[in-house]
């Protein structure tokens, strides 16, 4: 698993390259993998719009790019508990193995202060409570409508239906508020 300490420079380069495009600037150039690039964006996510000390991290059909969320979190905080599902028990084992996390259901994934979701995953209402942040790492994640119809949500596009709060680079600039008080937080990293 990568060291925090790598992973520093990867939030680094996301969250100034989100700023940059917030404030329609000259993007800075990177040399990051989409994988990185993908796990620092969750890790930023997680820096503006958690609570202010997360103490569990739920990783939702993460597979491979496990580690490098881990690696990305932990460079911004490090979550006591690592909970880990995915569809198959195989790779849920596996998963847990390399990122020394926990394989639990899918709702117990979701009760978590940062839920990591990716692929083919579903997150209900009832399994997220006040205060998480859900980070959905691409459109494959299906999120529930009454999840979504309470939430504040941020990203770059939405569903139809649903109000986004702002971009996470208009929170990382500075030019919106993020997190506030309890509320229940997602992000549409796609």
Known sequence: MPAAGDARGWLDV?????????????????????AQ????????????LAVGTPRTLG????????????????????PRELRVFEALPVEAARTANRVDGRVV???????????????????????????TLVTALD????LDPALLAIAHVY???APPGVRLIASLGAVAAGLVDGRTLDEITVLLAD
């Open 105 to 131: 259901s899918l709702a117990e994934a979701c009760a978590c202060d940062i839920v990591v979701a990716c692929g083919r995953a579903s997150v209900r209402r009832e399994w997220v409570r006040g205060g």
């Open 37 to 48: 690039a993908l796990a620092a964006r969750a890790a930023v996510a997680a820096k503006f």
């Open 14 to 34: 996301v969250e100034a390259t989100l700023v940059a495009r917030a404030l329609s600037r000259p993007v800075p150039p990177t040399s990051l993998t989409p």
């Open 139 to 142: 459109a494959e994640v299906a």
């Open 155 to 157: 990203g770059d596009a």
């Open 59 to 78: 990783l939702v059909g993460a597979g491979e790019l496990a580690p490098l969320i881990v690696a990305a979190q932990c460079a911004y905080a490090a």
